[in-house]
T-cell receptor
């Protein structure tokens, strides 16, 4: 059983460009959450997708958008990249509507560098 | 967002027990306490979680104070592979986790 997978592993972009990151959730999970982790910091919640809709959102600008597909996989899009967007982007999967006892399973992340 | 407070860093000798503390004085009655750890260049990994009672699994034990305002993650015998950043997280309604800066554990051979 594959866990959460993310692609690509690493990515280098320049300021002003756009980027798309991809995530496949753990088998049986229907909810995908995205986090941004700056160097030396804990992960910060960006948003969560369930049933192809954004359900919850953290304090991130509209440049950050996402999508969820019928097979539950998800994409994170970031437009007009800034130097400050350089970070490790983590995807986590879980079951929506699960109790607060349910765990999230994290992927290995995509390391984005903006030059 | 319910907040947690953890020491920035701790050290332990290899094969000795490690007690990682976490304060969460604003915890609500339905918040679960989750612990995750993150090894270098990896995503966070689930360690253990609990509500009121102490919990044990193959990785660790979780001791929860009677008033639930603090908890302690216990690694019974630290190994070099346990060197990581450990996050204590409260999870209530909603599915997202709110991470703090965690405790960076160094294991000394």
């Amino acid at each position: 059983d594959a866990g959460v997978t993310q692609s690509p592993t690493h990515l280098i972009k320049t300021r002003g460009q756009q980027v798309t990151l991809r995530c496949s959730p753990k088998s049986g999970h229907d909810t995908v959450s995205w986090y941004q982790q700056a160097l030396g910091q804990g992960p910060q919640f960006i948003f969560q997708y369930y049933e192809e809709e954004e359900r919850q959102r953290g304090n991130f600008p509209d440049r950050f958008s996402g999508h969820q597909f019928p097979n539950y996989s998800s994409e994170l899009n970031v437009n007009a990249l800034l130097l400050g967007d350089s970070a490790l982007y983590l995807c986590a999967s879980s079951l929506f509507g699960g109790s607060s006892a349910d765990t999230q399973y994290f992927g290995p992340g995509t390391r984005l560098t903006v030059l | 967002d319910a907040k947690t407070t953890q020491p920035n860093s701790m050290e332990s000798n290899e094969e000795e027990p490690v007690h990682l503390p976490c304060n969460h004085s604003t915890i609500s009655g339905t918040d679960y306490i989750h612990w995750y750890r993150q090894l270098p260049s990896q995503g966070p990994e689930y360690v253990i979680h609990g509500l009121t009672s102490n919990v044990n699994n193959r990785m660790a034990s979780l001791a929860i104070a009677e008033d639930r305002k603090s908890s302690t993650l216990i690694l019974h015998r630290a190994t070099l592979r346990d060197a990581a950043v450990y996050y204590c997280i409260l999870r209530g309604t909603g599915n997202q986790f709110y991470f703090g800066t965690g405790t960076s554990l160094t294991v000394i051979p």
